[in-house]
């Protein structure tokens, strides 16, 4: 499924850096990304869109933050991990052994 907000904003935020079409290229080209101008051109009339990864990329070159917001994706739940929280979800990642322990502790069940 398209999401019709991505070729609107690959534009805006190109142009909110100061960055030609050329600019996108080379950047995207020194990062093992190669497309020529004119793909950038056709993701930003509409006429095709990039893969994951090259959108992911785009929004680093791009300055974007909140990937999600930005094309139009938001929830009720949306909120902001801490960088304590962060830490603490890496270390029960790290530790499948001790999931099931932490979700008892926590009353949680799946």
């Known amino acids: 499924?398209?999401?019709?907000?991505?070729?609107?904003?690959?534009?805006?935020?190109?142009?909110?850096?100061?960055?030609?079409?050329?600019?996108?290229?080379?950047?995207?080209?020194?990062?093992?990304?190669?497309?020529?101008?004119?793909?950038?051109?056709?993701?930003?009339?509409?006429?095709?869109?990039?893969?994951?990864?090259?959108?992911?990329?785009?929004c680093e070159l791009y300055n974007v933050k909140n990937i999600l917001n930005v094309f139009g994706y938001s929830s009720e739940d949306d909120f902001q991990l801490t960088s304590q929280e962060r830490a603490l979800i890496k270390s029960y990642r790290a530790h499948p052994e001790l999931q099931e322990a932490v979700n008892i502790l926590l009353r949680h069940r799946e």
């Open 1 to 58: 499924m398209r999401n019709e907000l991505i070729p609107k904003v690959l534009k805006e935020y190109r142009k909110k850096n100061n960055l030609s079409v050329n600019d996108v290229a080379l950047l995207l080209d020194e990062r093992s990304i190669h497309v020529a101008p004119k793909t950038i051109y056709g993701w930003e009339s509409g006429q095709a869109q990039p893969n994951a990864d090259t959108l992911l990329m785009l």
